[in-house]
């Protein structure tokens, strides 16, 4: 027969003292606490090492996720066509073409004499007040006036502003802002080739001619930090003067047969240009306008600026195309708003070279942009009028130039025949 | 047929031990009391199965463990506290012989024989030959047997358990106890008859 069991008849027993000596309960009580309680008992972030190794594998994955989304981001860069690659970022302080660009006024500074300050007259702006030691080299070392070279461009028009690459908006609180400027110059100090800079304590004030309206309660200084690339707003920066204009007598202007004046405007020299109707003595300060003045600490890209918030425009998708029907990448698309002196930029956000535009039906604005052989692309205003809201994109097309633009007066005079209203 | 007897708890015993049970289930520290009380039967209980003193002192250190770690889940079901532990151990004790895949022990004594077989043969020869004769035919029978049958036998008759303890520790019904030792019991008296017989003739 197979034995299954090892059968023992009236076996030994074991003694008290040898079950004693097993009997171990401080030992069940520790297995038992650490059967039942966590591993860690301290929380991970209060062990160093286990903190310095929670913050390595976040610090490491984070790494590792920004490598991965940087890596796809180029992939889908790389894909987008020449024209629009980065034009976001290549569009800034960069013409758009090499063939505009905008003239700089240059002022010798060598016939400031002993004055202090120095006034000095500039064409198309107004006039500059330069207190004598008010530049420096970047080492700090004083720089006499008669030594030193302002190069100036005035910006004011909007297509000087597309090709000088001015962005003319500012984002606050995730909110963009249209800027429309007043004023906007470039304004840079040389010794030579050597860039200069203001003083500490230094500022330079620029009086702007006399204006012939109500003081602009709503305008702003900005300068541009072209290395954090927005505008930086300078508080309060400039001040109005409400004054009449010392080139003129008023009482000359007035009627013999009333207590009123004529409204006169005055042209950057003083001179009237035109008589505007008779007002009442008591408007008198109104009518006269005033004259900005603005306290400059910094030199660069200056501008007196009203903050336009876009509230009331339409945002439609846009693709530009071509006689075929193709879609047509370009530069950056840019929208001029009549009475409005700013110009808006839209960039296409994907391959698909689809733009969201913001326009405002009804009222007169002109859209176009550049391919890349310096064509210009203008779209017609009755294909804008009939843009729809709600479509996944409009097909637009554009007309495109003969010949490439070679310069700002060419551009002017192509949009000038090519209204898109 | 005779019957076999053993001390129950009484009603006061059953309710001050639930007391230490509760208390225990509250504050694990409080278990060592229970732990003390039955430290020594829960050993006897699996070195009678193991005969193996070291072997033994693992198998019941997890057997107290695993009962404080279950002890929340414990529920009084009419049976003592002992039976829910003996379950424990004999759960630990066929887990032991699964991994070691050995020979399972069995201990018995022969006053355990003389009942069981006073239990199925009425018949009265000479006391020394027939206690010798039993023992081969309990042992013979033993090594027939599945190992939850054994337990049976081991429950009911080594350790003098009631059926409703040997049920609960073995997780099967009251009846099902008692018609299993009701089988095993014929075949040890088909067994004996045929083996006396034997003997008687030659």
Known sequence: MK??????????????????????????????????????????????????????????????FQAVEEEAENIAL?????????????????????GLSVDRAEYLLAEAGDADPFTLKLTGIGELSVPRAAFITKAGQPVPLREVVLRVRNLEDPLKMIAAGVPMYTFEAEDQYLLESTVLLDLKAFR??????????????????????????DLQLFRLDTAARHWQRLSPG??????????????????????????????????????????QSDSLAE???YRPELQLRELGLISLNRKLRPQIETTFSVRLVDDRGEPIAVYALYKLMEGVNSVAYFWPKDKNLTYELRYLPGVNQTVFG??????????????????????????????????PVQSIDELKQLLAGNPSQ | MKTLTRQRKSEAQLRQELQQIK????????????????YRQIFLFVYKRTHDEEVCGDIVSQVFLKAMASLKKYVYKGVPFSAWLYRIASNEVNQHYRNKKGERTISMEQTHVDRIMAMVDDDD??????????????IDTLQELKPEEVQIIELRFFEQRPFKEVAFILGITENNAKVRIYRILERLRKRLKKNLGGHYEA
Not at chain 1, 82 to 87: G, L
Not at chain 1, 257 to 264: I, M, R
Not at chain 1, 380 to 397: C, H, I, M, Y
Request: negative net charge; aromatic residues 8%; charged residues 30%.
């Open chain 1, 3 to 64: 034995h299954k069991y090892n059968i023992r008849v009236d076996g030994s027993k074991p003694t008290d003292e040898q079950i004693d000596g097993h009997k171990n309960f401080d030992r069940i009580l520790a297995d038992y606490h650490n059967l039942t309680q966590p591993i860690y008992r301290r929380p991970l972030y209060k062990n160093p090492r286990a903190f310095v190794g929670l913050v390595l594998i976040f610090v490491i994955g984070y790494l590792v």
């Open chain 1, 78 to 98: 790389q894909e987008l066509p020449v024209e629009i690659r980065d034009a976001e970022q290549r569009s800034f302080l960069t013409p758009p073409l090499s």
């Open chain 1, 192 to 217: 030579g080739n050597e860039p200069l800079l203001l003083a500490d304590g230094m500022r330079l004030t620029l009086r702007l001619p006399h204006r012939n309206e109500a003081p602009d309660r």
């Open chain 1, 238 to 279: 400039y001040e109005i003067r409400r004054e009449p204009h010392p080139a003129h007598d008023l009482q000359a202007h007035r009627p013999a047969e009333n207590d009123g004046f004529d409204l006169v405007e005055f042209d950057e020299n003083g001179d009237p240009i035109a008589q505007n109707e008779n007002v």
């Open chain 1, 287 to 289: 009518t006269l306008g």
């Open chain 1, 370 to 403: 550049f391919d890349a052989a310096g064509h210009l692309l203008t779209v017609s205003g009755r294909a804008l009028e009939n843009l729809d809201a709600d479509a996944e994109f409009n097909s637009v097309p554009v007309e495109r130039s003969s010949t």
């Open chain 2, 23 to 38: 208390a225990a289930q509250k504050d694990p520290r409080r278990f060592g009391v229970l732990y003390e009380k039955y």
């Open chain 2, 125 to 138: 020869g000479d006391e020394r030959e027939t206690r010798s004769y039993y023992l081969q035919v309990m």
